[in-house]
C-alpha cells in the first residue's frame, strides 16, 4: 500500500477545513480571481477609432466596418470576435491612449460561450469623418481631434486637423454632408483626405 505523502496529507486537511477549490458552477454563479485574464471591451467614450488595436491582434479577433449609407452619420464600427480571441492583451498594450484611458479594456470577463457561433462578437462605433470634397473616408472624428490635440501648435499647418478641432470647440460650421465637386484652391480651408489636399496644393484653377 502506498502512503500519501505530506504535502498531499496537508493539502486535503486544508480542503476539509477550507472547502472545495472549485466553484459550483452552474449551479451558482462564478467568481474568478481578480487577476484572472478575461476578454477585453471597448470604451466607446476613450476609443478613437484609430485602428492600431487591430492592426496588433495576433488572432484576427480584431475588425472594422466603415458603415456609409443609411441612416445617421458615417460611422466605424469596431468589432471584436470573442471566439478568435486568445485573451493574449495585446490589443491593450498597442492601443494609443494613456494608460487609465485605454480604448481597449482587458477585464476578467469569462462566461463567453454561444449556441449560435455567428453572434459571437461585440461591437463599437466611431463617427467617421469625410473629406469634404470628394467623400473619402479619412477616419474618425475622435482620431482628427486627438491628433490635434496631441500636436498642439504644429496642427495649424494642417487644415484638416485644425478645423477638426475647431468644430470640436463650435467654432465652425459642421458641413461634411456638404460633398463638393471643386478641386480648386477655393478648397484648401476644408477637411481634405490625402489626394484632395495634394490636388488642392498643387493645381490652380486656371
Ligand atoms: S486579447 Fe489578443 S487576441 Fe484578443 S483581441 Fe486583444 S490582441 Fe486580439
Ligand atoms: S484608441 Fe485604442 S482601442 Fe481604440 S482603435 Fe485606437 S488602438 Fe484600438
Known amino acids: ?18 472547502g472545495p477549490y472549485t466553484s459550483k458552477f ?5 467568481v474568478p480571481h481578480k487577476n484572472f485574464r478575461g476578454q477585453p471591451v471597448y470604451d466607446a467614450d476613450t476609443c478613437i477609432g484609430c485602428l492600431a488595436c487591430v492592426e496588433a491582434c495576433p488572432a484576427d479577433a480584431l475588425a472594422y466596418e466603415d458603415i456609409l449609407e ?14 478568435s480571441c486568445i485573451f493574449c492583451g495585446v490589443c491593450e498594450d498597442a492601443c494609443v491612449r494613456e494608460t487609465g484611458e485605454k480604448g481597449i479594456v482587458m477585464t476578467n470577463e469569462w462566461n463567453l460561450a454561444y449556441f449560435d457561433r455567428s453572434q459571437a462578437f461585440e461591437t463599437s462605433e466611431k463617427e467617421l469623418q469625410l473629406c469634404e470634397v470628394c467623400g473619402a473616408v ?3 472624428k475622435d482620431h482628427m481631434i486627438w491628433l490635434a490635440e496631441r500636436l498642439g501648435e504644429m496642427s495649424f499647418s494642417n487644415p484638416t486637423l485644425y478645423l477638426s478641432r475647431l468644430k470640436k470647440l463650435g467654432l465652425a460650421d459642421d458641413n461634411i454632408s456638404t460633398v463638393l465637386e471643386d ?8 477637411i481634405l ?8 496644393s498643387v493645381y490652380t484653377d486656371e
Do not use: N, W
Not at 70 to 83: C, E, L, N, Q
Not at 183 to 190: A, P
Open 183 to 190: 478641386d480648386g484652391r477655393s478648397d484648401r480651408v476644408k
Open 70 to 83: 443609411g441612416d445617421g452619420a458615417p460611422k466605424r464600427v469596431m468589432i471584436h470576435y470573442t471566439d
Open 26 to 30: 452552474p449551479a451558482e454563479p462564478h
Open 138 to 140: 479619412i477616419g474618425t
Open 1 to 18: 500500500m502506498k502512503y500519501p505523502k505530506l504535502r498531499e496529507l496537508a493539502e486535503a486537511v486544508k480542503a476539509v477545513v477550507k
Open 193 to 200: 483626405c490625402a489626394e484632395c489636399r495634394r490636388k488642392t
